[in-house]
């Protein structure tokens, strides 16, 4: 275990870190993502019985470890990961360092940052058929006016934008998707904001939205409850 003033000097306390890369799933890395997973891990992937599905959980776990690992100056076999009470995950050694995931098809996305709360959400901004009902069921009035007033060609990925700062919040806050997606209101003209956010949870200028822009077909959005000055964006 390293030092917290090591920490701090490995990671500027105003820089927050993303990562983002493709899951490649490719055999010839397998064992070498396989060997730094812990047996909690291990125990998961093995419930996995879709070939493919099993090769990328084991992937995106093993590189979290690495990329973590690696900024830490650490080793990654020995991070400790544990998961709080809605699952979300932490370093036991390292409780200043917030660090969080997603992963969607075969992308991913992981950020990290000192002295915060912060979520991620990466989605495939796929055609769904259910779209009007999932846009009734998850979003807060203002935000559905705002949707249904967007030209049709405009609707999926405008979804998609306010469905990933959504998740990002709501995986920020610890307590996931049963907090409830309506509850966490964007501003649709200020997408960087909230209009509301459940009581438990502070005030709605306590929590800032950042989008990410990585690809075509492709959203994500970060939120934190602190204001980064620099964000690196770093493909792997």
Known sequence: MISEEKVERLLENNELVVWYGQITADESFYDAYWAVLDKVEKAQAARIQNPLLHKRYVEVHGRIRQLVAQK??????????????????????YPQLAFNLSH????????????????????SCKKRVNLEGLVNKCFASEEITYWRQLPDTE????????????????KATGKGIVLGLNTCVI????????????????IASDWFVQDIELEREVCSALVTNKKFSKIKLINV
């Open 104 to 123: 969607s098809a075969d992308k991913f996305i992981l950020a990290i940052a000192l002295n915060c709360q912060l979520g991620i959400d990466i989605e």
């Open 187 to 202: 501003n649709p003209k200020k997408p960087q904001e909230f209009l509301r956010v459940p009581a438990q949870c502070g």
């Open 72 to 93: 830490l100056e650490h080793s990654p076999s020995e991070l400790i990961i544990k998961k709080a009470e809605h699952g979300k995950p932490y370093l036991a050694d």
């Open 155 to 170: 609707k999926t990925q405008a979804f998609y934008r306010f469905w990933t700062r959504k998740e990002a919040f709501v």
